[in-house]
């Protein structure tokens, strides 16, 4: 991986409220003309989206012990998937009226940038944690694992409805109903190409923004 760090790491979180700005007053243009609380879950799914980055930002800071960093990087995998799940929110599209559909488009797009964007973000952070701990190739197979179980965990959360912290509250109903669900062999395919068709589509975004200009793929630890 390039070298750890850029001049102003601040660039690129400002960056990044930005973007998740403009998606939550996008809503709130829409709540304003309609006065519907429709797609409230947008925001909510947003704030999620954001816990990566504030758990790979304490995991990157100076001072933080080993155990830390496990701690916050384990935290960090776990609600990564909560990032690129507003992706699957586009399903919504067209379902819900009172505006015309070029703007609930525009605005999903907007959300889901915003979801993908701050994990992104958060996991080109560890990428460069891990590189820099062990190598470069266990900082891509990191990437690689990363990608492969969010996308799992996308699969989980749009079409079995489970939450990030059921793994912690509800692990073996949890469990349980995965492993029901994945012993019929139409519903294993399902997941199988969902989760497939997903982790593609995520590595090869990851390449393509990875490919930019290095100074800002990376962040000084804080």
């Not at 797609?39 to 704030?47: A, D, G, R, T, V």
């Not at 399903?91 to 559909?101: A, N, R, S, Y």
Request: glycine share 6%; charged share 10%; hydrophobic share 60%.
């Amino acid at each position: 991986m390039t070298q750890t760090s850029t001049k102003h790491p601040l660039l690129l979180l400002a960056a990044l409220l930005f973007t998740s700005s403009l998606a939550v007053v996008m809503w709130l243009v829409r709540y304003l003309y309609t006065s519907s609380y429709t797609f409230i879950f947008l925001q909510w799914n947003l704030f999620l989206a954001w816990l990566p980055v504030l758990f790979a930002l304490l995991a990157r800071r100076k001072g933080a012990s080993r155990l830390g960093r496990w701690v916050w990087g384990g935290l960090w995998l776990l609600f990564f998937p909560n990032a690129p799940y507003l992706l699957t929110d586009l399903l919504h599209l067209g379902q819900i009226g009172l505006v015309p559909i070029w703007y609930d488009l525009i605005m999903l797009i907007t959300f889901a940038l915003a979801g993908l964007f701050v994990g992104f973000a958060s996991l080109f952070w560890l990428h460069d944690l891990v590189t820099r701990a062990w190598s470069r190739l266990a900082g891509w197979l990191f990437v690689l694992l990363t990608l492969g179980l969010s996308s799992f965990g996308v699969y989980i959360g749009r079409f079995l409805r489970w939450n990030s912290w059921d793994l912690l509250l509800n692990p073996t109903i949890l469990l349980r109903d995965l492993a029901e669900h994945l012993l019929v062999w139409s519903q294993f395919r399902e997941t199988a190409v969902v989760t497939g068709l997903l982790t593609a589509v995520f590595i090869g975004t990851y390449f393509i923004i990875f490919a930019l200009p290095p100074q800002l793929h990376t962040a000084q630890e804080v």
